[in-house]
């Protein structure tokens, strides 16, 4: 798939650099110092030579932190940004210890000293991870009470060894976890909330388990330490807690186990090893945290195109993200593939520690993608629930099951508290780490403004001076933030700004002194930080200004669909929802969200200038500071569109695939409403555009949409018995990018599979085309033995022919007869032993 083009600024595309090395990013003329005394120039990033005075980061020999994290609470939410953790405190998140299995407290293994008991695996740090930084940001004196009984049992729960946590067989995975004896994912998880614990309380305690820990780390033996599979991929997060502590304890022995933790990660330097999407959204950074060590830019350069190869293949889609609905598969990369809202939280929480590594603003440019875009619409606006997968194009969420289409059977799509396993738990820390990171330390003593949601931080600046900030904005829905200072004696201390890569104007202005636009020529891929230095004094404010305008994205790669982005937002066709409730706890009980209102719509744009024709319309910021919703989105966006009749949803209730734009359509133009993406729970984010002109392509309702006479004797839930009749042809036998029919997990057993036609036609061939995964390590083969039927008179009989049904590999295998009126086609087969089987078409002629 090719990258997506831009049609006025190139925004959220997929050049970009994370050198440190890089340049000024605005030209010389435009960044001279103005407004007096006052110093306001345009750079790539804070200095990369010199270490903050005042917070802990790197120390040597790891290289300079050009931005560090604050220490949690220095940092907290205001206005709409303060009242998602409100809520999310408040919700079933908040109250997932009545709700959760995982966490109920009587024979729990993360309570028990000795480490056994029950669920012992990821769920009670997955969850604890965002409570207990919650907790800490709204003050909320229960939650905080409740978040120490497991820091506790975690801290109690150290042996001699230096291992912690649960253990033996307290630590049974929930999945199949690990080929070894030790699994050491859960602990790389409750490091972070034991870390976020010390911030706030400044514990000796966890500074000792840690030290301990790593100590025993260095004793495992090599064959057992990090074997697949979650551990292995995901051990830089563990590395990053090695680096935590070698920075708070200066302990020489930590280098060494930084090296032995990086060696024994699956190799995510070389290329994308893994296609599960948490594990790619978690992972997919992890060389650049041991770039940290290394200073091999190899390990730098990683991350940025592990991300961008990951856009390139699955992600030519509006939001942030990629379809993987559990993992990448080839053949299914279109806007109706939907990723899990833990990924979310893990690639946002990638991008913000890469952020901080690296001090290159594109990865807050593509935090605040997924954060503003994606990740709203995967959760009730009231916290009450969240569904496991949520898509770019997305038109009905319910809970019936959307396999093969997505790749897993079962409820994916329903809106609930007390399901959606490692969701339910994880997705918590996503918008806690967001407020953590709004502002951060420089290493010149300074602040910077890496993302610009309402917030407010207290932190040291300058020669030790305490400074507060406050922002006042309503960003990403309006363009002017207000920085106000408040301080007890004046500072000098420098000021950064990220400029986004959508902005192409931005300007700033010190107690409304405007001034120039420093970044005004800059690379669109990459703009760098306004740098405003002076001595601050109380009262002072600062303004930035960043005008948003209309832009056109084409994924080419996605039949030239188009997204619509103003600003960080991308706009959605607004659908009429209907909210229907379902089972689940009766505090919280699930929702199914039903569309009323059309949906198959093209946009119509201009030949000349594609984001000309659209109308913004301004709102106000709703009282309860609850934008993300379709009655209180702020903004708005005006559009024509026609209808597609033949663009329909396929017989599960998934959006239609896309087809070529544009698309021929003679409906009537219409004007259509379009809300911020993550606003609509159920969104067309990735449009066809649409013509009534000769050269526009005919839009065909594809054999999913139709309905089809199918059945079998088994089908496997995450297959299909409608492949054996869709019409696809398979590229071999092992085809995994078309929809299946397999009969998994029977083995050496008797089975069939049929289709009945509308009505009776003459048949005289049959055609087979057999599934079998061997090249891909999997349990289906060719069957042993098939024979063909047909159906003459409500009967099913065996024609007379010329030989047997073939059973060859990678080819159709086919039986002729004499011709006969026929109202379907049955295959039956005799599966090897041991072995499962399918078909992948089933063709009459």
């Known amino acids: ?96 210890t009545e709700i959760s299995q995982f966490l109920k407290k009587e024979k729990n293994a993360w309570l028990s000293k000795d480490g056994q008991g029950e669920y012992g695996w990821e769920e009670v740090p997955y969850w604890l991870k965002g409570f207990i930084a919650a907790a800490y940001l709204t ?76 100590k025993f780390q260095m004793t495992i033996p090599e064959k057992d330490l990090f074997p697949p599979y979650w551990q292995q991929q ?116 990638s991008c913000e520690r890469l952020v901080s590594i690296t001090a290159n603003p594109i990865w807050a440019d593509r935090a605040e993608d997924v954060a503003f875009n994606s990740l709203p619409a995967a959760v009730m606006a009231d916290f009450s629930g969240l569904r496991y997968l949520t898509a770019p194009n997305h038109v009905q969420s319910d809970r019936s099951s959307k396999a093969p289409g997505l790749q897993n059977a079962g409820n994916m799509y329903q809106m609930r508290a007390d399901a959606h396993r490692c969701c339910q738990h994880n997705f918590g820390h996503a918008w806690p780490n967001f407020v953590q990171t709004q502002w951060m330390a420089t290493s010149d003593n300074g602040l910077a403004a890496v993302f610009f949601a309402p917030s407010t931080v207290t932190a040291k600046v ?37 400029v986004p890569a959508w902005c192409e104007n931005p300007s700033v202005a010190v107690n409304k002194d405007a001034a120039a636009a420093p970044a005004k020529n800059a690379p669109a891929d990459s703009r760098g930080f306004i740098r405003v230095s002076r001595s601050w004094k109380k009262g002072d404010t600062l303004t930035l200004s960043l005008p948003m305008s209309i832009r056109i994205r ?3 790669g996605n039949h030239n669909s188009v997204s619509v982005d103003r600003g960080p937002l991308t706009y959605s066709l607004q659908i009429k929802e209907r909210y229907q409730r379902s089972d689940g706890p009766p505090s919280f009980p699930g929702d199914e969200i039903w569309p009323e209102s059309p949906w198959n719509y ?15 319309v301004k709102g106000s910021t709703p009282a309860g500071n609850t934008p993300f919703t379709q009655e209180n989105v702020p903004i708005s966006i005006k559009a024509k569109a026609r209808r597609i009749p033949e663009w329909k949803q396929d017989y599960q209730g998934l959006v239609g695939l896309l087809q070529d734009s544009p698309a021929k ?17 159920l969104r067309v984010s990735a449009f066809p555009t649409v013509s009534d002109k000769p050269e526009a392509h005919a839009w065909t309702v594809p054999p999913e949409a139709k309905n089809i006479k199918v059945s079998a004797s088994h089908c496997f839930g995450s297959d299909t018995v409608r492949a054996i009749a869709d019409g696809l042809v398979p590229k071999n036998s092992a085809d995994h990018s078309i929809p299946r029919l397999t009969w998994w997990d029977h083995r050496g057993t008797s089975e069939w599979a049929e289709h009945e036609f509308d009505s009776a036609r003459e048949v005289r061939k049959v055609l087979v085309y057999w599934f079998d995964d061997e090249p891909a390590g999997g349990k289906c083969r060719v069957p042993k033995s098939a024979k063909v039927l047909v159906r003459v008179g409500g009967k099913w009989v065996e024609p007379q022919t010329l030989g047997p049904l073939g059973v060859a590999k990678d080819s159709f295998n086919h039986v002729a007869f004499d011709a006969v009126k026929a109202e379907g086609v049955r295959v039956e087969v005799e599966l090897r032993e041991g072995f499962s089987g399918g078909v992948l078409e089933i063709q009459a002629e």
């Not at 060894?161 to 929930?174: D, E, H, L, Q, V």
């Not at 400074?467 to 950064?496: G, M, Q, R, W």
């Not at 093209?602 to 913004?616: H, Q, T």
């Not at 359509?665 to 729970?681: C, K, Q, Y």
Request: proline fraction near 6%.
């Open 139 to 214: 003050d909320n004196k229960a939650q905080i009470d409740e978040a120490r009984i497991w820091i506790e049992g975690a801290i109690a729960s150290q042996d001699a060894s230096g291992m912690f946590g649960p253990r033996g067989k307290g630590a049974k995975a929930t999945v199949s976890s690990t080929d070894g004896p030790l699994d050491l994912w859960p602990n790389m998880v409750m490091l972070n909330c034991l870390q976020t614990y010390f911030e706030a309380t400044g514990d000796q305690r966890v500074i000792d388990l840690m030290t301990r820990y790593f």
């Open 1 to 96: 798939m090719k990258n997506p083009t831009t049609s006025v600024a190139s925004g959220r595309s997929l050049a970009a650099t994370t050198s440190l090395a890089a340049g000024l990013v605005c030209s010389a003329g435009l960044c001279a110092p103005s407004l007096g005394a006052d110093e306001i120039t345009c750079v790539a990033h804070p200095p990369t030579d010199t270490r903050n005075s005042h917070y802990i980061s790197n120390r040597e020999p790891l290289i300079a932190s050009p931005l560090v994290k604050l220490p949690i609470g220095s940092v907290r939410g205001e206005g709409w940004l303060k009242k998602q953790i409100e809520l999310q405190a408040a919700g079933f998140h908040g109250h997932l």
């Open 462 to 498: 300058g020669n030790g001076t305490k400074a507060t900030i406050t922002t006042s904005s309503n960003y990403p829905f309006e363009e002017t933030i207000v920085y106000s200072f408040d301080l007890d004696k004046a500072a000098e201390f420098p000021v950064y700004l990220r």
């Open 554 to 556: 084409t994924w080419k």
């Open 234 to 349: 995901r051990a830089a997060d563990n590395l990053a807690s090695v680096y935590w502590l070698y920075n708070h304890t200066g302990d020489a022995f930590l280098l060494d186990l930084a090296k032995r933790v990086h060696a024994h990660t699956i190799n995510w330097t070389d290329g994308i090893p893994d296609w599960h999407n948490v594990n790619m959204s978690q992972a997919f950074g992890g060389p650049a945290t041991f770039y940290q060590q290394s200073k091999d830019p190899k390990h730098l350069n990683a991350a940025d195109r592990n991300w961008r190869q990951i856009r390139e293949m699955y992600g030519q889609v509006p939001g942030g993200m990629f379809g993987s609905d559990e993992n990448c598969r080839p053949g299914f990369d279109d806007p109706r593939q939907a990723v899990e809202t833990c990924g979310m939280a893990e690639m946002m929480l």
């Open 602 to 616: 093209g946009l119509v744009l201009d030949a000349k200038n594609a984001a000309a024709g659209f109308e913004v």
């Open 665 to 681: 359509t003679s409906e009537p133009i219409e004007t259509v409403t379009l809300i911020p993406m993550g606003a609509a729970r």
